[in-house]
């Protein structure tokens, strides 16, 4: 089962970015039955996936509700004094005469942990503390002085708090771009974000390590201290734990790069952006407030 933000984000590339299915699931590194099924999907009331019913376990559907109350109350439990299948199977023998196989208590005790774990997996935080801000990079084409088609890289720096964003161009995506983006955003924005999310780009994370551990490339590092913000990453492959600025991505293409720019002067351009990112905030703060 997907995230919600995922499956924001799949529709948002076949409905507004105009990718094929293919091309969606190449970029979310996901299965294309899996992408095709959410670009298609109309229907957001209904269940994505069905639960265990008594009625596929014939001799085990009438203790379920059994073993769903004693999984629920085990959560309340130290987890050395839960139950384990093996706890589970004994006690339905003892306790309710069951006469079934251990196979069947064994795959839906697994297929209901399982479950229960998506569960937990599938909802991110509606709010935001304000403060914190997630950046980004989006591909997208200009044309240079010379009328040749070129691809260049928009920085996007996305405040969910606030859902404010602003956008930086260049023609690459290295480290250097990246730092002189946040740099030119936060001297406009008059102020640093405390704490930052990216995914594991090379630009900022020398090595991913277990968990949460990750060794910062130098120059990225040295830009944290100067600037003071605690930087955070994401899980490898999990970028879509930053959803808003991977929509703010799509938004401030789809506004601000149509149709597709002429850019001789990056630094120009980018001063332009930041005009127009001020424009189109006050102009959503504006039309919020008259809704």
Same mark, same amino acid.
């Given at each position: 089962?997907?995230?919600?933000?995922?499956?924001?984000?799949?529709?948002?590339?076949?409905?507004?970015? +105009?990718?094929?299915? *293919?091309?969606?699931?190449?970029?979310? &590194?996901?299965?294309? *039955?899996?992408?095709? &099924?959410?670009?298609?999907?109309?229907? =957001?009331?209904? #269940?994505?996936?069905?639960?265990?019913?008594? $009625?596929?376990?014939?001799?085990?559907?009438?203790?379920?509700?059994?073993?769903?109350? =004693?999984?629920? #109350?085990?959560?309340?439990?130290?987890?050395?004094?839960?139950? #384990?299948?093996?706890?589970?199977?004994? @006690?339905? !023998?003892?306790?309710? /005469?069951?006469? +079934?196989?251990? $196979?069947?208590?064994?795959?839906?005790?697994?297929? &209901?942990?399982?479950?229960?774990?998506?569960?937990?997996?599938?909802?991110?935080?509606?709010?935001?503390?304000?403060?914190?801000?997630?950046?980004?990079?989006?591909?997208?084409?200009?044309?240079n002085a010379h009328g040749e088609g070129c691809e260049g890289?928009?920085?996007?720096?996305?405040?969910?708090?606030?859902?404010?964003? =602003?956008?930086?161009?260049?023609?690459?995506?290295? !480290?250097?771009?990246?730092?002189?983006?946040?740099? @030119?955003v936060f001297y406009h924005m008059g102020g640093v974000p %405390? @704490?930052?999310?990216?995914?594991?780009?090379?630009?900022?994370?020398? !090595?991913?390590?277990? $968990?949460?551990?990750?060794?910062?490339?130098?120059?990225?590092? *040295?830009? %944290?201290?100067?600037?003071?913000?605690?930087?955070?990453?994401?899980?490898? +492959?999990?970028?879509?734990?930053? +959803?808003?600025?991977?929509?703010?991505? /799509?938004?401030?293409?789809?506004?601000?790069?149509?149709?597709?720019?002429?850019?001789?002067?990056?630094?120009?351009?980018?001063?332009?952006?930041?005009?127009?990112?001020?424009?189109?905030?006050?102009?959503?703060?504006?039309?919020?407030?008259?809704?």
């Amino acid at each position: 089962m997907l995230r919600m933000a995922e499956i924001n984000y799949i529709k948002d590339l076949y409905e507004n970015e +105009g990718l094929s299915l *293919r091309e969606i699931a190449k970029t979310t &590194k996901k299965n294309f *039955r899996t992408v095709q &099924k959410y670009a298609y999907k109309k229907n =957001w009331n209904e #269940t994505t996936e069905p639960k265990a019913s008594s $009625g596929e376990y014939p001799i085990l559907g009438e203790y379920i509700s059994v073993i769903d109350e =004693w999984i629920e #109350t085990d959560k309340r439990e130290p987890r050395k004094q839960r139950h #384990t299948i093996m706890r589970i199977y004994h @006690r339905l !023998q003892k306790e309710h /005469g069951y006469t +079934g196989s251990y $196979g069947s208590v064994r795959r839906y005790v697994s297929r &209901k942990k399982e479950e229960d774990k998506k569960s937990k997996e599938s909802f991110l935080p509606l709010s935001h503390p304000p403060g914190n801000a997630q950046v980004d990079f989006g591909d997208f084409k200009y044309y240079n002085a010379h009328g040749e088609g070129c691809e260049g890289h928009a920085l996007i720096v996305s405040l969910p708090y606030s859902n404010t964003g =602003w956008m930086q161009v260049f023609p690459s995506e290295n !480290q250097e771009c990246l730092l002189e983006g946040l740099k @030119r955003v936060f001297y406009h924005m008059g102020g640093v974000p %405390m @704490r930052i999310k990216y995914d594991n780009m090379s630009t900022a994370v020398a !090595q991913v390590l277990k $968990g949460s551990e990750r060794v910062i490339a130098d120059g990225f590092y *040295r830009f %944290m201290l100067h600037y003071r913000f605690k930087a955070e990453f994401c899980n490898p +492959g999990k970028g879509n734990e930053k +959803g808003s600025v991977e929509n703010k991505v /799509g938004y401030t293409r789809r506004n601000m790069l149509v149709p597709v720019p002429v850019i001789t002067d990056f630094d120009a351009f980018n001063a332009e952006l930041l005009k127009h990112c001020d424009a189109d905030m006050n102009e959503n703060i504006t039309n919020a407030a008259y809704q």
